[in-house]
């Protein structure tokens, strides 16, 4: 399952830019992360143009945060993932990913790898138990947003 996220209808302003590695982790930082300065993968993604129940789910995590990928189907977008090492109560890996269209940041999310991980929004958690389901979802069973150690 490929996933990536656009802007939504209801921004004012355009996206943030992403045209290098420091844009990048200063975006994440922004948020709270500490993530490590050189991304652990980065690949160019497929924006999918039919709507699965798995992607629908992603795009509604996308939507919370002001993005819709939908705008983007069939288009390539590049991810990148870092390793996240301030986590609230990680023991297993944590990995942001950033999704970017024509140099501009179009979504993206925090994955927890854990066995109870979730995948949510960009937002830090106050714990290690985010609340608002609206702002996390379940990591796919078959999910392709955990990179190879």
Known sequence: IIMAAGGSD?????APTASNNDARIKFLRDFGWEVDNTPVESSQVRI???VTEVFDRYNQLQKSQGYDLTKLAGKNAMRYVYKVSNFPGATDPVYATVLVY???IVGGDVTDTSAKGKVQG????????PTAPSESVPIPSQSTTKPAA
């Open 122 to 129: 960009f937002k830090m958690p106050k714990s290690a138990n």
């Open 102 to 104: 024509k140099q501009q």
């Open 48 to 50: 999918p143009e039919q």
């Open 10 to 14: 209801t921004q004012t302003t355009s």
